[in-house]
């Protein structure tokens, strides 16, 4: 499953906008209930008014929020920015620490969030544990584990270190396009062979094809073995892959531990549609 997934997404990679490692900390705390594209629409502003951590150490709140608002949950948000930026201009020199152990106790940064950072502007191997990870490889029956930090270490165990980053965007880049929580497109799915849960979500391929999201539907469509028909009609109907941004309706600690979701029966034939919510993705949704 894994090299399925090697070939259906060569591309696969972090989905936020960033250039620095501290750019992409504060572009994945913003993403905590909002998708990539809104973060992507916020944070060249952000970027230019707060290009380094004494920057966001010394902001006018009011000024910050106004920033963050459309990315929801902007109180929080701009807490976190502005205890990240006093964290590293106190304890860091102003610079972005490059160790779990370090960017864990920071400001606004979890786990899962110190993984994005460590496995996109640091090149140390790490396995993001979000939403769409922990469904995912449930779903396949990588793990019956629940508890993120322990399907992380799990997933680790069964995957070579070096390919950690890489499986990570795989896993969340299917998760978007065809694994969806809701409706997965299992007719329509490149791994459905070797996948455990097909079946949990639409199995006529027609309807499935139209469930698989993204510019890269046509491709997944190929290699999911289905005509030209399908693909066809997959290429003019395919919707962005990101849900709409979680509505600001309250504010959650920073980093949301992702939901679970079991794994589904093994090879039945109806559209039986697993339990839960789609969460929007707390990590950048990147994830
Ligand atoms: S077959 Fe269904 S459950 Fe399995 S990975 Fe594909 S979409 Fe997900």
Redesign the pocket.
Known sequence: ?NRSLAEAYPDAHCELDFRTPLELAAATILSAQCTDRRVNEVTPTLFAAYPDAAAYAGADRAELEEILRPTGFFRNKTTSLIGLGTALVERFDGELPSTLAELVRLPGIGRKTANVILGNAFDVPGITVDTHFSR?VQ??GWTTLTDPVKIEHAIGELIPRREWTMLSHRVIF??RR???SRR?????????RS???????T?EPEQ?ARLVKGVEAPHLLRLAGLGDASVEEAATSAKPVEPAAASPAREPAAETPATDSGP?PARTTGTGEPTGAEDPDPTGDQR
């Open positions: 499953m995912l779903r396949w299917h998760g065809v694994c969806h997965p497109a299992c007719g329509a799915c490149l791994l459905a996948c455990p849960s097909f079946g949990v979500g199995v499935a589904g």
